[in-house]
């Protein structure tokens, strides 16, 4: 399974990115697709999730402002990131995998990961 993330980019405070992952190697429409984000000096940090059967999952911090969803025809999840803050600044991660549901928002929850793309909010 390979996932690729791609979206990221420099905006100002306020603005809105969309970032995609795509899987390939096996569908993936029963497993969770899963978003984290990893700032300097910090742990990763878990954002967004999709799981297989349509319930999505969000970050306090996140909520009202991202918005995931995923085309399982197309094998890709995307993130919707809208009124960004210079606190949303962090390299974000997608990730694939079968967590129960106490760990949906876990890293251990995922077995797979893409190389992360940089997200960078000036204020």
């Known amino acids: 399974v390979q996932l690729q993330a791609s979206g990221g980019g420099l905006v100002e405070a306020g603005g809105s990115l969309r970032l995609s992952c795509a899987a390939s190697g096996r569908p993936f429409s029963n497993y969770a697709m899963g978003w984290f984000r990893q700032a300097p000096g910090k742990e990763r940090e878990f954002v967004s999730a999709?799981?297989?059967?349509?319930?999505?999952y969000y970050t306090d911090s996140v909520k009202g402002r991202f918005t995931i969803s995923r085309d399982n025809a197309k094998n890709t999840v995307y993130l919707q990131m809208n009124r960004l803050k210079p606190e949303d600044t962090a390299v974000y991660f997608c990730a694939l995998g079968r967590p129960i549901l106490s760990s949906i928002r876990t890293v251990e929850g995922y077995g797979y990961w893409g190389q992360g793309t940089q997200v960078t909010v000036s204020s």
């Open positions: 999709y799981r297989y059967n349509g319930y999505t």
